[in-house]
C-alpha cells in the first residue's frame, strides 16, 4: 500500500521566493497533519485538517504560511514570501480520524533550504 | 514546563543490552500514547501504541504507562545496533485530535 506521499523530496530556493510543498495522504484517511522538524525546536505540529476543513492552525508561525487541503488527496504548505529561518524539513503525516487509538502515518519529508 | 519530555541523551548502551527509555507528561487528560523511531534523515516511524496502564509487549519492545505518575516509558530488550536512533515519545489527549511530541532520545547501541 502506498504510504503519505510528499514533494518535492528537496527544495532550495533564494529568500524571498515563494514554496509550495505537497502531500498525498494514505487513501482512506481522512485527518491530515503538517509538521516542521528542527533541531532547536523538535517536531512541531502546524496544522491539522479533519474531513479537508482545517481544525487547528495554532502552530502556524506566522501569516507567511497557508495550508489548503481541496479535497481528500491533496493538501499545500505553502511560504510566501520564505526566510532563511523557514529552513527545516516538513513532514505530512495522515491518520484515519483523530480517535485516541488512531495513529499519524509520517511521509519521508520534505527538506527546504531557503537562502 | 514542556507539555511531553524526555531526556534528551545521547543513551548508549552495549549490544545485547536493556534500554529503557522515558518519556513524562503534564496532561492528566491524556489517553493515547505513542512510541516512534526515526533514523538519521528519515521519517518518524510508529513501533508501539499503549492505552492503558500496566505493560504491552511486542517482540523485542515493551512499552510500559503509569497514568498516576503520568510517565510512559519503552524497554528494548537484546539492543542491537540497527535499534540505534533517535526514539520519540508522543502524547494525545481526548478534547485535542493532535499528538504532543517530546524532543526524543537519541539512543546508541554499540557493538
Known amino acids: 500500500d502506498a504510504g503519505v506521499i510528499q514533494s518535492p523530496r528537496h527544495e532550495v530556493t533564494e529568500m524571498g521566493q515563494e514554496v509550495t510543498l505537497r502531500c498525498k495522504p494514505i487513501s482512506g484517511h481522512n485527518s491530515l497533519f503538517w509538521y516542521r522538524q528542527t533541531m532547536m525546536r523538535g517536531l512541531e505540529l502546524l496544522i491539522y485538517?479533519?474531513?479537508?476543513?482545517?481544525?487547528?492552525d495554532s502552530g502556524m508561525p506566522e501569516d507567511r504560511f497557508s495550508a489548503k487541503m481541496p479535497n481528500a488527496s491533496f493538501s499545500t504548505l505553502k511560504i510566501q514570501p520564505s526566510e532563511p529561518r523557514d529552513s527545516a524539513v516538513y513532514f505530512c503525516?495522515?491518520?484515519?480520524?483523530?480517535?485516541?487509538?488512531?495513529?499519524?502515518?509520517f511521509g519521508d519529508g520534505t527538506r527546504l533550504s531557503i537562502l | 514546563q514542556k507539555e511531553v519530555e524526555q531526556n534528551s541523551g545521547p543513551l548508549s548502551v552495549p549490544e545485547g543490552a536493556i534500554a529503557s527509555l522515558n518519556c513524562t507528561y503534564s496532561?492528566?487528560?491524556?489517553?493515547?500514547f505513542f512510541w516512534y523511531r526515526q533514523y538519521s534523515g528519515k521519517s518518524p516511524e510508529l513501533i508501539m501504541s499503549i492505552y492503558s496502564n500496566g505493560d504491552k509487549e511486542d517482540g523485542r519492545f515493551t512499552a510500559q504507562l503509569n497514568k498516576a505518575s503520568q510517565y510512559v516509558s519503552l524497554l528494548i530488550r537484546d539492543s542491537q545496533p540497527s535499534d540505534s536512533a533517535t526514539y520519540l515519545c508522543?502524547?494525545?489527549?481526548?478534547?485535542?485530535?493532535?499528538?504532543?511530541f517530546g524532543q526524543g532520545t537519541e539512543l546508541s547501541v554499540k557493538p
Open positions: 508522543a502524547v494525545k489527549t481526548l478534547a485535542r485530535g493532535k499528538l504532543i
Open positions: 496532561d492528566r487528560g491524556s489517553q493515547s
Open positions: 485538517f479533519n474531513n479537508n476543513v482545517p481544525i487547528d
Open positions: 503525516a495522515s491518520s484515519l480520524g483523530t480517535a485516541g487509538n488512531q495513529p499519524q502515518h
